[in-house]
C-alpha cells in the first residue's frame, strides 16, 4: 500500500478557481501556507469531501476517496478523518468528558486506535473533563475539540487555522500540545495557516498555495532557506534548525543546544537533556565578520561558507551560508556586501544573539 497524501482538485465557483495538486507525506505535519482568499480552506473542505461540485483525484495512504474518472467518490461521514476549525464547534450543552466521548463512542470498537485515558493525558485535559464549555479559555476548548477529533481515530486529521482567535500564550500552550501529538501519533496531519511563525517548531513538510494552486511543496526546513522562493525574501525569513539539548546553564539561564554544524546558546529552555527541538533563526538576527571577533557580547559565532547572493530590493542582500552541511541565512545590507567583499564560497563568521532565538 502506498503511503502519503496525493491530490489533484477541480473547482469553480463564481469568483474562485481551485486547481490544486499535490503529494505529501503520510504521516508527521504538512503546513499549507498561503494569504487569505487563496483556497486554503476550500482544498481542505475538498479533502473532507464537504464540496459536492468537485472534480478529480483523492487517495489517502493508498484509500482512494476521490476518482472522477473511475466515478469513485467516497462520502464525507465515510472518510475517515478529524477536523477541527478555528472556531471549535463543541457542544455547549456537554461537558468535555461528554464533548470527548462523542465521536469515540460511535467509533466501532475494532477501529478505536485510542483511548479517553491517552488522550486526556497526552492534551492536559484531566483537570477540565466535568467543566461545561462556556467555562472554558480559547486554549482550552482548542485541546477539547483536538481531543474529540482524535477520538474518532482518523486516518488523516486536518486543522484549519486552529489558532488564529488565540493571544500569542494560548498559541504557545496549544502548539506545545501539538508537538506531543506530533510525536506521539502516527497519523498525517495538515495544517492550514497564514502565520508560519505558528508552525515552525511542529511542521515537517510546507506547501506554498496561491490563487488556487499549489506553486511549491517539499520539507520545511530545505524550503524556508530556498532563495528562489517568496518565503526567503520576506520581513520574518530565516533557516530552521534541528538541534539537541546538551547542557543546561543554570548559572546564567541559558540552554545549549548541539546541532551539525556546532553548538548554539538560547535563553533556557524547559527541556531535557538529549531532546530534539526545532530552532527558528531569523535572518535579521545573523550577522557577518570575516575574522573571529575575538572578545564579544554575542554568544554564538559559528564559521561559515557563503554558497548564495540574493539581492532584496535595492539596499539589501540575503546572504545563504553553509554551516557543517547546515544552510542558514543572513540579512545584510548592499553597503555591507560591498565592504566586506562577500563573494559564494568565501569563509566568514555567523554572529547570533541568544537573546533572540526562541525554540
Known amino acids: 500500500m502506498s503511503s502519503g497524501i496525493a491530490f489533484h482538485f477541480r473547482l469553480i465557483r463564481e469568483g474562485f478557481q481551485l486547481d490544486a495538486r499535490a503529494a505529501l507525506p503520510g504521516v508527521g505535519v504538512s503546513a499549507l501556507l498561503g494569504a487569505s482568499g487563496c483556497g486554503k480552506t476550500s482544498l481542505l473542505r475538498c479533502i473532507a469531501g464537504l464540496e459536492p461540485s468537485v472534480s478529480g483525484r483523492l487517495s489517502v495512504n493508498g484509500e482512494t476517496w476521490l476518482d472522477s474518472n473511475q466515478g469513485i467518490a467516497v462520502a464525507t461521514h465515510q472518510r475517515s478523518i478529524g477536523y477541527v476549525f478555528q472556531e471549535t464547534a463543541l457542544f455547549p450543552h456537554l461537558n468535555v468528558w461528554e ?136 520581513e520574518d525569513a530565516g533557516a530552521l534548525i534541528t538541534a539537541r539539548v546538551e547542557k543546561q546553564d543554570t548559572q546564567f539561564n541559558l540552554t545549549r543546544l548541539g546541532f551539525a554544524g556546532g553548538t548554539i546558546l538560547v535563553t533556557q529552555l524547559d527541556r531535557g537533556l538529549g531532546e530534539q527541538v526545532k530552532l527558528r533563526i531569523h535572518a535579521k538576527d545573523v550577522s557577518l565578520a570575516l575574522e573571529h571577533p575575538g572578545a564579544t557580547s554575542i554568544l554564538n559565532i559559528l564559521p561559515a561558507t557563503i554558497t548564495e547572493l540574493t539581492p532584496q530590493g535595492n539596499s539589501r542582500v540575503i546572504v545563504r551560508m553553509d554551516v557543517g552541511g547546515v544552510p542558514i541565512l543572513s540579512r ?27 525554540a
Open 99 to 234: 464533548n470527548l466521548l462523542y465521536g469515540w463512542r460511535r467509533t466501532p470498537p475494532g477501529d478505536r486506535r485510542s483511548q479517553p485515558a491517552q488522550i486526556i493525558d497526552m492534551l492536559g485535559l484531566r483537570p477540565l473533563l466535568t467543566r461545561h464549555i462556556d467555562d472554558l479559555s480559547g486554549g482550552e476548548r482548542q485541546r477539547v475539540a483536538i481531543g474529540r477529533a482524535l477520538l474518532n481515530s482518523p486516518d488523516l486529521f486536518l486543522m484549519d487555522e486552529p489558532l488564529a482567535a488565540l493571544d500569542r500564550r494560548r498559541k504557545r500552550e496549544i502548539l506545545h500540545y501539538l508537538e506531543k501529538l506530533h510525536a506521539e501519533a502516527a497519523l498525517p496531519i495538515l495544517y492550514v495557516t497564514h502565520d508560519l511563525e505558528d508552525l515552525v517548531s511542529v511542521a515537517d513538510h510546507l506547501a506554498l498555495m496561491e490563487k488556487g494552486r499549489i506553486t511549491q511543496s517539499g520539507p520545511i526546513d530545505e524550503m524556508m532557506v530556498n532563495t528562489q522562493l517568496s518565503i526567503a525574501m520576506e
Open 332 to 358: 545584510v545590507t548592499r553597503r555591507s556586501e560591498a565592504t566586506l567583499g562577500l563573494k559564494p564560497g568565501m569563509q566568514v563568521y555567523a554572529q547570533i544573539k541568544s537573546v533572540a532565538l526562541q
